[in-house]
Structure formats: C-alpha cells, structure tokens
C-alpha cells in the first residue's frame, strides 16, 4: 500500500466508535461520531497556505484531502458534542513511497499545526508518528475489508516514555459514500 491508496481507500463518510482510555485522569471515554474524508486539489487555497508554512512545494504532495468530524463525547454532559474538521497533505518520500511527511492544519494531540512522519507496514497498516511541544501521538489505521478500519491512537508524553491517553476506534463507511 502507499499513500495514495490509502487516501483513495479513506474517502467517503465513516461512522466511528471510539473508546478512549485517559490515563492522567483515571477515566474511560467513549465517542461516537461521523467523519467525512474527502480529496482536495492540490492548488486549494487552504492546501498551498499549509505546504508554505512548511516550506513545501505543492507540487511534492500527492492526495491532499480533508477530515470533518461530528459526535457526542460522554466526557462532559454540559459539553457532549465533538466536531471538528482538518486538512492533511501527504509529502511522500520520493525515494520510498511507502514512507514521507502527513502536513496537518491542525493536529490530533495538540489543536496546533503539524508535521508527523507516516511509513506503511507490510501488511498495509498506516502508521503516524507526530512530535508536538508536549506531547507525541502514534496513530495506527489498517483496513479490514474496504467498508471497515481500524484505528489506534497513542497519546505520550513529549519524550515519549509516558502513554497519557490510549484510543481505539472502529470505523464503518456509511452505505451512502460507497
């Protein structure tokens, strides 16, 4: 697998189910929520503002694409509702495909924008590794046939020795986006 299959592979609306381990405060969560992951142009405004912040030619990338999310959180009863969106641009390595650069606007430990290095398993697992100012995030995603992924998130501490917060999530695309 490389990056472009996988984000062709990600396209289309998801409904997930995560469960989230928060260690710092002894305490289980669960979300559910709907993802929508669709492809961007290259030459999208919002894709050559992140590649410059980066100092990246868009013409390097391959699949840009955007993520929206919006669920309920049994974290906060005041506060249940989860949503979001981000864009991701993947910058392969053109030396070996199956490994490069994932640009984000905004990232998954930390609400900044960042650069995590992604690399695929032999057995098509993505995986993400993102270094941020207080935290580090490993982010694991496989399929399990083409309407159903899997997804694991780990949440470390800066010098990565600590797990602050473990995630799973399965996903099924939604019938509509097939």
């Not at 980066?54 to 506060?79: I, L």
Request: proline residues 5%; contains cysteine; hydrophobic residues 40%.
């Amino acid at each position: 697998m490389d990056i472009i299959q996988f984000v062709e592979q990600s396209i289309g609306q998801w409904r997930s189910q995560r469960s989230a381990h928060h260690m710092a405060f002894s305490h289980f969560e669960a979300v559910q929520s709907i993802i929508d992951i669709d492809l961007l142009d290259r030459q999208d405004p919002a894709v050559v503002e992140l590649c410059q912040a980066y100092d990246v030619d868009p013409s390097s990338t391959v699949a840009p694409f955007q993520m929206k999310w919006e669920g309920q959180s049994d974290w906060d009863e005041d506060s249940p509702e989860v949503k979001g969106n981000a864009i991701l641009v993947p910058v392969p390595d053109p030396l070996m495909p199956n490994r490069g650069k994932l640009l984000r606007d905004r990232g998954y430990a930390e609400t900044i924008a960042a650069a995590g290095e992604y690399h695929f398993l032999e057995d098509g697992t993505f995986v993400l590794i993102t270094a941020y100012e207080r935290a580090a995030a490993e982010e694991r995603i496989w399929f399990a046939n083409p309407n159903l992924r899997f997804r694991v998130s780990l949440i470390k501490t800066s010098g990565g020795s600590g797990v602050v917060t473990a995630s799973f999530s399965s996903e099924i695309r939604s019938s509509k986006s097939q």
